[in-house]
């Protein structure tokens, strides 16, 4: 039985192939088109995945699409004439979109039948928000579970409440737009002179500098506590409801003139980062985590169990996961490694395998290495094409640990291709957490990023309540733990300003290269983390394939890339 499952029309568009219960493969299109966050019909994602999958579309069963766009359509449309005039933008910007979320099913079969292929498949759409439960639920360990999804919003929702038993998902309760966890912290990236619907990082790597303290009573106005775990915002702070939203519309306003007179004007991309900004960013995070720890104790009694999955868009808010974690309420938090929109598509297809066709548990993601790899033929010829000197070490591992200790930066190309936002050891870039510059050098020199933008450690499994006041494996690197007072002059550079860490374990299972790394980087240093980066550049989608990796390399300021069992170095800036 095979299953395609994708998301597409709006952001982050990926697909995920689904065998007999089992995934087989899945990645998002932005990594194939090296276009970042795009929206855009994944067709070289989904050919990936049935090349992986040893199938053609003919062999597709069921097709799962992460989106029902009828529903909820009267809501919206309430909304908008609510706010006419105004909300006539809605139209312009995401009126199409729409269309094409409603075309879905027939626009898949058109594409695949100019391919000249017949395609067979029956085409399920799924509701968004049970897609992200899915997403994780049916992947993770557990068999009983409270799900929360929190996104910017789905059909209509923006906050779902579910239980999970076995092959089954029931939903408790949700919060309907404009009421959204995810569009707040959108207004802010936008407020704030980011990206609304992209910047979001970037906003939660600034929260650490401010005082949430300044701005905390305003936000206690702007973000409600209600019964029964509800969280609601006072829209009259607010814009984007009235206009619509449209992530990719820097122009739209998604604050109010109420809330400028109270926070002060909005700063533009390039003006300098005051103090004020990192105060209310500082807020911001603050009330999220509350409004989070406040939907989560709810749920723990409403779904009666002590294991929580997280998903949606939100759930990549990794300081916010870490203080759900530390609450203790749930013993086990489990976080797919893509779940934003572009791992939705793989809960369609776990959906349709579980809920429609009735088929038991059997699969669970350990890691998330479910892209393309390369043979060392395929790695070589590249290697030989840009022309790049390079040696065979009889330890690739070994080899490069000893680099890192000494202050190198080394490229690591292995593997298959990482499912997410986050390069989990097979397409990062590695340093020495021991040595305080590195975090500067990697901002400027190596990522073109902002200075305040921390890094992650990653650590050995068995070796992270040494290291951090958590042990609970994180090995998707969504989960922020306290490093030990004791820890954080030992490793520096992914000591963030608050003294945290954005944490990666590695289970010698998961990744035994990867884990034999960091093992000899402990051996040689005494210290079992790395610095660990994603292999690309600023604006710049992870990289993929051998040629993407040599592209970035030869321009770049990294001593050394380590690709499947070759070593190359950069002689600008390597050793002789």
Not at 166 to 181: A, E, T, W, Y
Request: aromatic share 10%; net charge neutral.
């Amino acid at each position: 039985m095979n299953i395609l499952g994708f998301s597409s029309f709006i952001d982050n568009s990926g697909a995920a192939l689904v065998q007999d219960g089992k995934l087989v493969a899945a990645a998002e299109e932005e990594k194939f088109v090296r276009r970042r966050y795009t929206g855009e019909f994944p067709i070289n994602a989904m050919l990936y995945c049935l090349e992986a999958g040893g199938i053609a579309i003919e062999d597709v069963d069921h097709v799962g699409f992460f989106f029902r766009p009828w529903v909820g359509m009267h809501k919206r449309l309430a909304q908008i004439v609510r706010a006419l005039p105004d909300s006539l933008h809605y139209y312009g910007t995401r009126g199409g979109a729409w269309f094409n979320l409603v075309k879905a099913a027939a626009h898949t079969r058109n594409v695949f039948r100019r391919m000249g292929r017949r395609p067979r498949f029956n085409f399920h759409y799924v509701n968004h928000h049970l897609a992200h439960a899915a997403s994780a639920f049916f992947v993770s360990p557990f068999d009983d579970a409270a799900i929360l999804v929190l996104d910017g919003s789905g059909e209509i929702a923006c906050t779902s409440f579910f239980k999970g038993e076995g092959n089954r998902i029931r939903k408790l309760d949700q919060v309907d737009f404009p009421h959204s966890m995810g569009y707040l912290y959108a207004s802010m990236s936008h407020y704030l002179g980011f990206r609304p619907g992209k910047d979001e990082g970037k906003v939660m790597g600034l929260t650490s500098y401010g005082d949430p303290g300044v701005y905390g009573k305003e936000f206690e106005k702007i973000v409600v506590l209600g019964e029964a775990g509800r969280v609601t915002l006072d829209l009259s702070y607010f814009d984007y409801p009235r206009n619509g939203v449209n992530p990719h519309d820097a122009g739209l306003d998604w604050v109010s003139g109420k809330f400028v007179r109270a926070f002060g004007p909005p700063r533009r991309p390039h003006d300098a980062i005051e103090k004020r900004h990192e105060d209310i960013s500082a807020a911001l995070q603050a009330a999220l985590e509350k409004a989070a720890l406040h939907i989560s104790r709810h749920l723990r009694k409403a779904a009666g169990s002590k294991r929580l999955c997280i998903a949606g868009g939100v759930g990549l808010n990794s300081v916010m996961n870490g203080a759900i974690l530390r609450d203790g309420l749930f013993d086990e938090i489990f976080i797919q490694p893509a779940s934003g929109d572009n791992g939705a598509g793989l809960g369609a297809a776990f959906e349709i395998w579980h809920e429609t066709l009735g088929q038991p548990r059997g699969f669970v993601m350990t890691d998330a290495y479910t892209g393309p790899s390369y043979t060392d033929a395929e790695m070589e010829e590249a290697l030989r094409k840009f022309g790049r000197a390079y040696t065979r070490p009889a330890d690739i591992a070994r080899e490069c640990a000893t680099f890192i200790a000494d202050g190198k930066i080394v490229a690591w190309f292995q593997g298959r291709l990482e499912f997410g936002p986050r390069a989990l050891g097979n397409r990062s870039i590695l340093v020495d957490p021991r040595r305080a510059e590195m975090k500067d050098i990697l901002n400027l020199k190596v990522k073109h990023r902002e200075p305040f933008r921390p890094f992650a450690p990653a650590i050995l499994e068995e070796r992270c309540g040494e290291y951090f006041d958590s042990a609970h494996p994180s090995p998707f690197m969504l989960l922020v733990y306290n490093v030990r007072p004791e820890k954080r002059g030992v490793i520096p550079a992914v000591t963030h300003v608050d003294g945290t860490g954005r944490v990666q374990t590695v289970g010698r299972g998961q990744n035994p290269v990867y884990h034999r790394l960091i093992e000899e980087f402990g051996r040689i240093t005494g210290v079992p983390v790395v610095l660990n980066t994603s292999f690309n550049d600023k604006g710049e989608p992870i990289v993929c394939t051998p040629g993407d990796a040599l592209s970035f390399f030869v321009k770049s300021q990294i001593d050394y890339l380590a690709m499947g069992p070759f070593l190359a170095k950069n002689p600008a800036t390597a050793d002789a």
